[in-house]
T-cell receptor, first 115, second 112 residues
Framework: DSGVTQTPKHLITATGQRVTLRCSPR?????VYWYQQSLDQGLQFLIQ???????AKGNILERFSAQQFPDLHSELNLSSLELGDSALYFC??????????????FGPGTRLTVL | GEDVEQSLFLSVREGDSSVINCTYT??????LYWYKQEPGAGLQLLTY?????DMKQDQRLTVLLNKKDKHLSLRIADTQTGDSAIYFC????????????FGQGTTLQVKP
């Protein structure tokens, strides 16, 4: 158990819908990261928040947005869902914002299926 | 290139050594990471190596770093069936962020 929790574990929805994925980081970690894992794209970095502020952005679509709240939990919002958005979405957390030996701890993931 | 490259599949017999290779992109990367993903689970950090090291050993794991060729390898000694998983190498992107770029992952199959 990494200490990172994600809800829900599974999500099945229809095209055009909007969903929210939730992540609670390990106690004391200030950074939260979101990744998308799919068979064709592999593991892709989406976005990082550090202490409530956006720190880095990756291949995140405009239909997707995220935020980190004052209690440091984070939500990833996916809207106008398409079939290709079906994937495993991971959240990770780390104590700091940089990469110097800054181990990222991964949650168990949310499996999103868009029908 | 822009991508971190790994071979996709490796099959070994139980008790043999496994070597998983990775080519990364940025010669200035300070840390390089190996993560393990077991079926149905998230990624778990196995080990990492600082760029001023050529080798790091941790029990059955040995990491070798060749900075000139931007080549990283993970050797697992006495491979067990419980080592069957997907192994990802990852490198950070420049800048003071935690952004990691992952390889495609190598699926390790251990046969009894």
């Amino acid at each position: 158990d990494s200490g990172v929790t994600q809800t829900p574990k599974h999500l099945i929805t229809a095209t055009g819908q909007r969903v929210t994925l939730r992540c609670s980081p390990r106690s004391g970690d200030l950074s939260v990261y979101w990744y998308q894992q799919s068979l064709d794209q592999g593991l892709q970095f989406l976005i990082q928040y550090y202490n409530g502020e956006e720190r880095a952005k990756g291949n995140i679509l405009e239909r997707f947005s995220a935020q980190q709240f004052p209690d440091l939990h984070s939500e990833l919002n996916l809207s106008s869902l398409e079939l290709g958005d079906s994937a495993l979405y991971f959240c990770a957390s780390s104590p700091a914002g940089g990469t110097g030996g800054n181990e990222q701890f991964f949650g168990p993931g949310t499996r999103l299926t868009v029908l | 290139g822009e991508d971190v490259e790994q071979s996709l599949f490796l099959s070994v017999r139980e008790g043999d050594s496994s070597v998983i290779n990775c080519t990364y992109t940025d010669s200035s990367s300070t840390y390089l990471y190996w993560y393990k993903q077991e079926p149905g689970a998230g990624l778990q950090l196995l080990t990492y190596i600082f760029s001023n090291m050529d080798m790091k050993q941790d029990q059955r794991l040995t990491v070798l770093l060749n900075k000139k060729d931007k080549h990283l390898s993970l050797r697992i000694a006495d491979t067990q069936t419980g080592d069957s998983a997907i192994y990802f190498c990852a490198e950070p992107r420049p800048g003071n962020t935690g952004k990691l770029i992952f390889g495609q992952g190598t699926t390790l199959q251990v046969k009894p």
